[in-house]
């Protein structure tokens, strides 16, 4: 079992940035890939970043160059930064602990990301 816990969101103008944190317990950080999705309302969840168990990431284009995952597995801990932010980022961003053997994954609780000016 894997309790995900996420911080950092809020409100933030266009152009800004906010750094998303999720804090992870209850097994062994690095045997999990770790990724972020957000779901904007009226839409399908979606990734925006994966980081593997061998550090390799993954980002689709709407967020390349814009957002970086990073990952602490002393501190069992994943994070996203985003920068250059837009409107359309606007969703509720969850954390994402999928098993690298597969057949485990968990999702933290959402926390809401709004870029308004």
């Known amino acids: 079992q894997v309790q995900l816990v996420e911080s950092g969101g809020g409100l933030v103008q266009p152009g800004g940035s906010l750094r998303l944190s999720c804090a992870t317990s209850?097994?062994?950080?690095?045997?999990?890939?770790m990724g972020w999705y957000r779901q904007a309302p009226g839409k399908q969840r979606e990734l925006v970043a994966r980081?593997?168990?061998?550090?390799?990431?993954a980002y689709p284009d709407s967020v390349k160059g814009r957002f970086i995952i990073s990952r602490d597995n002393a501190k069992n801990t994943v994070s996203l930064q985003m920068n250059s932010l837009k409107p359309e980022d606007t969703a509720v961003y969850y954390c994402?602990?999928?098993?690298?053997?597969?057949?485990?994954?968990?999702w933290g609780q959402g926390t809401q990301v709004t870029v308004s000016s």
């Open positions: 980081m593997a168990t061998d550090g390799t990431t």
């Open positions: 209850g097994s062994i950080f690095s045997l999990y890939h």
């Open positions: 994402n602990a999928d098993h690298k053997w597969g057949g485990l994954q968990y």
